[in-house]
């Protein structure tokens, strides 16, 4: 394979893991913000029961 082309290729695979990746901690981030967010509704709701 052309040395140019193989190049291209390589960076080509390298941006499409980058861009999977920061997918992921995305997915990460909300899943995080909507596990904290249910514990504080939780605590909220702990706290004003009677």
């Known amino acids: 394979m052309n040395a140019e082309l193989e190049y291209t290729v390589m960076q ?3 941006s499409e893991l980058r861009r ?3 997918e992921q901690r995305r997915v ?3 899943v995080k913000g ?5 514990r504080h509704r ?5 706290l004003l029961a009677p």
């Open 12 to 14: 080509h695979h390298a």
């Open 20 to 22: 999977a990746a920061a």
């Open 28 to 30: 990460r981030e909300a």
């Open 34 to 38: 909507q596990r904290s967010e249910r």
């Open 42 to 46: 939780s605590i909220f709701a702990k």
